[in-house]
């Protein structure tokens, strides 16, 4: 069965950076739509970001356009999230997600396949 684990949460201070990592494994990656989501305790699940097939197209929340970016490596079955200029806003549990198709990126009901989440904490 196809499995998502995420990595490379952590703490750190406004203004600084981190970069996660979703690795996929059961699964040819190329084949999957990815995507970023995260969730504040309390809140609704909300979309990041998300990049096609083979990287040709990337979409972004407006909250995180120009901040964040994402990526993927599909001969290493890898996404990543690479996030600059953090703000305590962005505090929140990060999943990463697979889905096989891409008409609407931003639907989590797009995905099917979910990570477990990594913490990412940002102090002020």
């Known amino acids: 069965q196809v499995q998502l684990v995420e990595s490379g949460g952590g703490l750190v201070q406004a203004g600084g950076s981190l970069r996660l990592s979703c690795a996929a494994s059961?699964?040819?990656?190329?084949?999957?739509?990815m995507g970023w989501f995260r969730q504040c305790p309390g809140k609704e699940r909300e979309f990041v970001s998300a990049?096609?097939?083979?990287?040709?197209?990337?979409f972004y929340t407006d909250s995180v356009k120009g901040r964040f970016t994402i990526s993927r490596d599909n001969a290493k079955n890898m996404v990543y999230l690479q996030m600059n200029s953090l703000k305590p806003e962005d505090t929140a549990v990060y999943y990463c997600?697979?889905?096989?198709?891409?008409?609407?990126?931003?639907?989590?009901?797009?995905?099917?396949?979910w990570g477990q989440g990594t913490q990412v904490t940002v102090s002020s």
């Open positions: 997600a697979a889905g096989p198709y891409g008409r609407n990126s931003r639907a989590n009901t797009q995905y099917d396949t």
């Open positions: 059961r699964l040819t990656l190329s084949t999957y739509y």
């Open positions: 990049i096609s097939w083979i990287g040709g197209s990337t």
